[in-house]
């Protein structure tokens, strides 16, 4: 009952005419798997250029972060508005951003209903580092994201929310998480503290995807699971052929 749904995070790679070229060579694949929801997202940079080679088609365009303010002193920084003129989604919180960039829960939840204020669909990045995943502390920090991230969002506007359970020691590692501990944080952590967020009708509605060292070739076993509704892509959207396959495997 939830379309799938795969997007690829290029983070700080690619020129405009590396963009470009990359697009042109994923697009035919992409169109065709019309059962998925697809989102690229590429640098700000060549948001202008791919926005207007994706019009026309399903294939969605996503920026990689955005600022609560509508304008200012700012410096360095997009806002809302700048972000929608050529995005229908923006990755927010994702875990480099909050390790290196001082995102915290706290300016999640600002940018979060920011994007919604403007339109745009948040997919909000939750998930633990390997110290807490050690010291098996996954369920309670990704209970904290998930609650803080998303605190006083109206269900309404929640359940078009997308979000991604990252363990931060699979992001490009080349170690994902077991399909079976992705399903079990995303079911029983993400997913019920959802349902405490916003009721289970609309938690039924919320895309929950998992990211970390999605392969083509493993991408079947985590899609395969019953609440994970597809992933976030990050080193395997920067090949077309590999993207395209991930994308398949969803359907
Ligand atoms: C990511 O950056 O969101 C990610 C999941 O990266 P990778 O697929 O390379 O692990």
């Known amino acids: ?88 989604y923006v990755i927010i919180g994702h875990s480099e951003r909050r390790a290196y960039f001082g995102d915290t829960d706290e300016t999640v939840n600002k940018k979060v209903k920011a994007a919604i204020a403007i339109g745009l669909t948040p997919i909000v990045c939750v998930g633990e580092t390997l110290d807490e995943y050690e010291a098996g502390k996954t369920g309670d920090v990704v209970a904290r994201q998930v609650k803080n991230g998303l605190k006083e969002i109206e269900a309404k506007d929640a359940e078009k929310l997308v979000v991604a359970y990252e363990p931060i020691w699979a992001i490009g590692t080349g170690k994902a998480a077991s399909a079976e501990e992705a399903q079990d944080v995303i079911g029983n952590v993400v997913r019920k503290n959802l349902v405490v967020a916003f009721g289970d009708e609309v938690a039924q509605k919320i895309r929950i995807l998992y990211g970390g060292s999605v392969k083509a070739g493993n991408a079947a076993d985590f899609f395969g699971k019953p609440d994970i509704d597809g992933g976030l892509i990050g080193g395997a959207a920067l090949k077309a052929e590999d993207f395209v396959k991930i994308v398949e495997a969803a359907a």
């Open 1 to 88: 009952m939830r379309k799938p749904f795969v997007a690829g995070n290029w983070k700080m790679n690619k020129t405009v005419d590396q963009a470009t070229l990359l697009v042109a060579d994923m697009l035919p694949g992409l169109e065709a798997v019309k059962t998925v929801d697809r989102v690229v997202c590429p640098p700000f940079t060549s948001l202008m250029v791919i926005s207007g080679m994706l019009a026309g088609t399903e294939v969605g365009l996503g920026a990689q972060n955005l600022h609560w303010e509508e304008s200012g002193a700012f410096t360095g920084e997009l806002s809302p508005a700048m972000v929608k003129e050529f995005c229908q």
